[in-house]
């Protein structure tokens, strides 16, 4: 390691609410492409059970203090700021041996995680500090004993200890569904690239957003930190399989019984289907993602395509396609815009990958790249970690245990051939357990029988094939919405997957009690719960309305005329409305019948309050379901009651459900449904508005 005498960061600490450089100098890290030392790190000497104590007496009760569009509102204002700095975390990226291509899904990708999970938690999840979750289940004949899930946050800390190849996405995708949960977060950065970590800290707690306590960083070693955690605290992994073990089995993890989620190594495969044979758009995006794959972030993802798994008789074209793009892709130093790859983060992972290298090919033959030589358009092939992309060809891979197990973790895959669709499975399913793997094919049957054969051992699984070929994200992107995870060899773990994600975070709980009580605790109204009537809950603005609030409306009788009427004002002349006959021989109908959306129509009829007031919008109907059906004659009423209230952040008005509830004369339920409304916070509305 080279040390020019040029001035390194000393990284600190963030713990107990102040900065803190551990003892001593600390240990330095180097720059991945020229070998010179870009920092100096190290945690002695701090005080790792008075972090936990600060993050659980401070940050939590802070967080917990927020509801939860408070918190995602906080995280949405911290993710603009951060998006207005990324160029001085490009340029501090360089250090890792990113390109700019390479860094973006770290940087534009992390924020861009952060964004999505603040802007989906204020559209799913209601702006409370409780989460009911599923369906109110009935426990007694009478309606009196009721149970119904309930989340809350975990009163411990989120302790992320994170790879060191996703500096900022791979802490940025795991605080924003924690601190939307509630939960105040403990990162530790690996340290080969902690220095991007820290900076994007410090930049986040600059700004002032966050309550003290919620965000913790340590850089260095966790020394005794895994001793001190309890039930209520949660660990969060991503690195080795075998790092991940140890914890893993850590004596007070294990005797906690504490959450502990793992991401580790991952073989992941491309399969290329039977159909896509050379010459169709489906083996040109094959060889393209494969190649993008062995060479973005010089190899260095945890969703990289390690094996490439292709019908027999195919291999050769496989290997010549890629080997022709492989060589086309110059290698050199990470801000060189000739260079289409860089550096792996160390030069300690570069002999890695070597070593790795050299035992797969003891049950393969390398086709492409020479491991020990090292071509270059810019940079030293001494002091930078470069290494060029290396492709092996596996002849016997049902037999053949090194490319399904080893993870050479750089540029580096290795093809191997199936005989079968059921044989394609069997090599997909030796990897023991994947983040993901990707289909290319343009045939259905093909994609339904390999998706479904490999689902089981893959968190994640691709289709590839012309139709999106411009629109899609490719093999290697978790994605916020979707589940980022794998099990066995993957880790076991589960993280992101929209709100998912944020419910990893908090505490699982089934309530039962009386509808009353059960609607006291998750702040929505339960059928059978109190209700009041009086003003027109339409009259009333959130100031003003309860949970609990109700309307029963006037009675009104559905004639022949009005299903004649509605029928060919709308056109819906479906036979059941107009035909006696037809309908008869229908087994859920005794005659003609109303329609299920003129009785709707009608509910709104009786129950809505028609002069200016603060109900702004309808914006819809959930869970519509027709129960009786309704006959000439019969005569409907609606029980309305508000159910939930979920005032906007920022904004003067909120989202209101409302139970609605039609009856017939014989009190049977005819149709049930939420109406969904948006309503003024205070009217008349202000005058800005
Ligand atoms: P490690 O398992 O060595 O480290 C992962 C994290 O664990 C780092 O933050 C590391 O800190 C920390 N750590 C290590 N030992 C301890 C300990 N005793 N107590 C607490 N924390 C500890 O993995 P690397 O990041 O070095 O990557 C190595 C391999 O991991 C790669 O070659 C690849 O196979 C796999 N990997 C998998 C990824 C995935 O998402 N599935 C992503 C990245 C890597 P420190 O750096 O300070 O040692």
Known sequence: MLDTGRTARRLESYVQGAWRAGQGEGKPLANAATGEVHAYIGSDGLDFAGALDWGREVGGKALRGHTIHERALMLKSIGMKLMEMKDEFYAESLATGATARDAWPDIDGGIGTMLTFASKARRELPNARVIPEGAVEGLSRDGSFVGQHILVPMRGVAIHINAFNFPVWGMLEKIAPALIAGMPCLVKPASATAYLSELVVRRILEMGILPDGALQIVCGGVGDLLDHVTGQDIVTFTGSASTGRKLKAHPAIVENSVRFTMEADSLNAAILGPDAVPGTPEFDLFIKEVHREMTAKAGQKCTAIRRVIVPKG???????????????????????????????????????????????????????????????????????????????????????????????????????????????????????????????????????????GVAPFHGRVMLGNRDSAKTSTGHGAPLAPLVHGGPGRAGGGEEMGGMR?????????????????????????????????????????????????????????????????????????????????????????????????????????????????????????????????????????????????????????????????????????????????????????????
């Open 314 to 452: 195919q291999e050769q074209a496989v290997i010549e396609a890629l080997s022709d793009r492989l060589g086309k892709t110059p290698l050199g130093l990470p801000d060189d815009a000739n260079a289409r790859m860089s550096a792996l983060a160390s030069l300690g992972d570069r002999d890695g990958v070597r070593e790795k290298i050299a035992e797969i090919s003891r049950e393969a033959e390398i086709v492409f790249g020479d491991p020990s030589r090292v071509e270059l358009v810019s940079g030293d092939a001494e002091t930078g970690a470069f290494l060029n992309p290396v492709l092996l060809h596996c002849a016997d891979p049902l037999t053949a245990t090194a490319p399904h197990d080893i993870e050479a973790f750089g540029p580096v895959a290795t093809v191997m051939a199936y005989d079968g669709l059921e044989e394609a499975v069997t090599l997909a399913m030796k990897g023991k357990g994947s983040l993901v793997s990707s289909v290319f094919t343009n045939d259905p049957a093909v994609a339904a029988e390999l998706v479904i």
């Open 501 to 689: 994600g944020v419910k990893h975070f908090m505490m699982r709980t089934a309530v039962q009690g009386t509808p009353r009580l059960l609607s006291a605790v998750t702040g929505e109204w339960v059928a059978g719960a109190p209700v009041a009537q009086g003003t027109h809950p339409f009259r009333k603005s959130l100031a003003e309305l309860a949970i609990g609030d109700q309307l029963v409306t006037e009675r009104r009788v559905i004639s022949e005329e009005d299903v004649e009427h509605f029928a060919h004002f709308t056109g819906d002349t479906f036979y059941a409305h107009m035909d006696s006959d037809a309908a008869k021989a229908n087994p859920f109908f005794d005659d003609r019948v109303a329609h299920g959306y003129l009785i709707a129509s009608f509910a709104a009829g009786l129950f809505v309050q028609p002069d200016p007031g603060p109900v702004l919008a309808n914006y819809g109907v959930d869970n519509l379901r027709f129960l009786t059906p309704v006959y000439f004659g019969d005569s409907l009423q609606v029980q309305l009651t508000c159910k939930q209230i979920n005032p906007r952040e920022g904004t003067v008005y909120g989202e209101v459900r409302w139970d609605c509830r039609v009856t017939n004369q014989n009190d049977e339920v005819v149709a049930e449904y939420d109406v969904l409304t948006m309503v003024a916070k205070s009217w008349p509305l202000p005058q800005e508005a």
